[in-house]
């Protein structure tokens, strides 16, 4: 079965950083989502992504964080500038053109560490 | 803003038993309801839906209820395996065109015991 995969697994930074997270959805699906989860916390959404535009975003997702599909198979989240309280697991997950009910599929995330 | 709320944090359930998660919702305008669960070190693994004009839908050891005058849904897993011990998340979602969010509830840790 096709797979979202994220690359890298983990990522440790210092305060002030960019960090540049990268995720390749299934390749049939059209949108895109970028979720966070803190540890011991919920995962939160933060930001969908169709047609190369951000369909919506939470509140999280302030100026520092972008998205970007540069090659028609990556789709990445950047930070401009990390804070520690960005640390995180992030999971990029995809759905495809006619929707499963809402079901979106999830890759294995990148855990985020800011030092 | 708690759309969807897991009120609790863990269960443990003997082998074999019955588990029975709960979720609640504030949004009427969900229109369907997600299952996942997720290992550590994994991201979330889709398990079961449901559309909100169902009451009921199963797969499996599956069974996931809707109450929408309640506004709460189940999942019921039985019988209970091991490899069942994880943690649940009841998600939701106002499906339309495009990319729609999926709201999450805190989760439930479920340990099945042997």
């Known amino acids: 079965e096709p797979e979202v995969t994220q690359t890298p697994s983990h990522q440790v930074t210092q305060m002030g950083q960019e960090v540049i997270l990268r995720c390749v959805p299934i390749s049939n699906h059209l949108y895109f989502y970028w979720y966070r989860q803190i540890l011991g916390q919920k995962v939160e959404f933060l930001v969908s992504f169709y047609n190369n535009e951000i369909s919506e975003k939470s509140e999280i997702f302030d100026d520092q964080f972008s998205v970007e599909r540069p090659d028609g198979s990556n789709f990445t989240l950047k930070i401009r500038s990390t804070k520690l309280e960005d640390s995180a697991m992030y999971f990029c997950?995809?759905?495809?053109?006619?929707?499963?009910?809402?079901?979106?599929?999830f890759g294995p995330g990148t855990r985020l560490t800011v030092l | 803003d708690q759309q969807v709320k897991q009120n609790s944090p863990s269960l443990s359930v003997q082998e074999g038993r019955i588990s029975i998660l709960n979720c609640d919702y504030t949004n009427s305008m969900f229109d369907y309801f997600l299952w996942y669960k997720k290992y550590p070190a994994e991201g979330p693994t889709f398990l079961i839906s449901?559309?909100?004009?169902?009451d009921k839908n199963e797969d499996g050891r599956f069974t996931v209820f809707l109450n929408k005058s309640a506004k709460h849904l189940s999942l019921h897993i039985v019988p209970s395996q091991p490899g069942d011990s994880a943690v649940y998340f009841c998600a939701a979602t106002t499906y339309a065109q495009g990319a729609q969010k999926l709201v999450f509830g805190q989760g439930t840790r479920l340990t099945i015991n042997p």
């Open positions: 997950a995809s759905s495809p053109p006619r929707g499963l009910h809402g079901r979106q599929f």
């Open positions: 449901i559309s909100s004009i169902k």
